[in-house]
């Protein structure tokens, strides 16, 4: 049962559900030259509660949200502010279970719902589907009960990663729903990263997906969301962390960078994400862009996947983080803007790749602590 704690970001009745937009009063100019652990805590406690009313109109990803929320606490080394039993209940509460094995060959998939409200039967071409079930929400789903300890050999992975090849598409790619949806490398690496913390590759061809990713980089080193697209920092992570979890590229990549298992040219992309830190010491995701918050991670755990941390200006982008450290608690996108749970979760990866003291360390290409990740 849970208690009167854990009825805020695990209630579902009317649940208080985001909105990452910044409210129409800018927030009182704050500078803080040290990281303020304690802060970041009664922030994400607070979120735990009780999600704030401009959260409402993200309803749809309330795991998504309680994965900000729960590695936050995680990598801050704070968990024990959450009840983990009441939080591998609710997670497992989402999960979509197939009537009987021929269900597994309707289409479908049999992952892990965002919300109550995907729960909900909908309509499609006249006949009603109760699956809403989404590979970003599995993958939320799976990283929070890995962080709270939960063992993953309780989940009925053979009716997920059987269903989950319904998704991937003849070029390697993956739709997150199989109603049909956008199909880029953000789908991709939950995929990779679902298979992966199974333990189990049989939800997906890892050979057509790397070929997906090698057809994703650019003519400048980085790498695109899809084939042709602009230069992203967001899909130089998924590519790096898919390839990684596949087994593609390994620790010594930096020093092998033209390994033919691979293929990816990384030196062309260390020289493209260089090039992303500003003259502030921020980074940012795309050329002409401002720095921003989130690409301290997305940047930096890319280069600290590849090994190349040490060519990035470590006291410059501490700097700029800071910036965006919030009275309140939490990270802003930038500075003078108010904190928001996505920012605030990235910034606190951020400082964890640097190092931070009293943070846990990450595992870069999954997304969620050390310790979460090995299971210790």
């Known amino acids: 049962m849970e208690d009167d704690r854990d009825r805020g970001l695990l209630y579902d009745s009317d649940p208080p559900s985001p909105s990452l937009s910044p409210p129409l009063s800018p927030p009182r100019p704050f500078a803080l030259t040290f990281f303020d652990r304690e802060r970041h805590v009664t922030f994400l406690e607070m979120m735990y509660h009780m999600l704030p009313r401009p959260y409402q109109s993200q309803e749809i990803n309330h795991l998504t949200l309680a994965y900000f929320v729960i590695s936050g606490l995680d990598i801050l080394d704070a968990l024990d502010r ?48 109760p699956n809403g079930s989404h590979l970003a929400s599995t993958y939320c789903a799976l990283a929070i009960l890995k962080i709270v300890g939960y063992n993953l050999s309780n989940i009925d992975s053979e009716s997920m990663l059987t269903s989950m090849r319904n998704l991937q598409q003849s070029d390697g790619s993956f739709m997150p729903i199989h109603i049909g949806a956008e199909r880029d490398l953000r789908f991709l690496y939950c995929a990779a990263a679902i298979c992966f913390m199974l333990n189990n590759w049989n939800g997906m061809d890892r050979e057509k997906a790397k070929e997906y990713i090698l057809n994703c980089q650019s003519y400048d080193g ?66 002409n862009k401002p ?33 965006c450290q919030s009275e309140y608690g939490g990270f802003a996108k930038s500075p003078g803007v108010l904190p928001d749970l996505y920012h605030s979760y990235y910034g606190l990866a951020a400082f964890s790749i640097l190092g931070e003291a009293g943070l846990k360390p990450l595992c870069l290409e999954l997304g969620v602590t050390e310790a979460a990740a090995t299971g210790l």
């Open 82 to 129: 959450v009840h983990k039993d009441a939080v591998a209940d609710w997670v497992l509460s989402f999960q979509a279970h197939p009537r009987s094995k021929a269900d597994l060959d309707n289409g479908q998939f049999y992952g892990f719902h965002g919300s109550r409200s995907s729960q909900f039967p909908s309509k499609d071409n006249a006949i009603f589907t």
């Open 222 to 287: 980085g790498f695109g969301l899809s084939p042709g697209s602009e230069s992203h920092g967001g899909a130089a992570y998924c590519a790096i962390a898919s390839l990684r979890l596949m087994g593609f590229i390994g620790d010594d990549c930096l020093s092998n960078a033209s390994a033919p298992s691979s293929k990816a040219n990384i030196r062309s992309l260390l020289d493209w994400s260089l090039q992303r830190q500003f003259a502030d010491g921020g980074i940012q995701g795309r050329p």
């Open 291 to 323: 720095s921003d918050t989130c690409y301290a991670f997305w940047i930096g755990a890319t280069m600290g996947t590849l090994g190349a941390n040490k060519f990035i200006d470590e006291i410059a982008l501490r700097s700029f983080l800071l910036t």
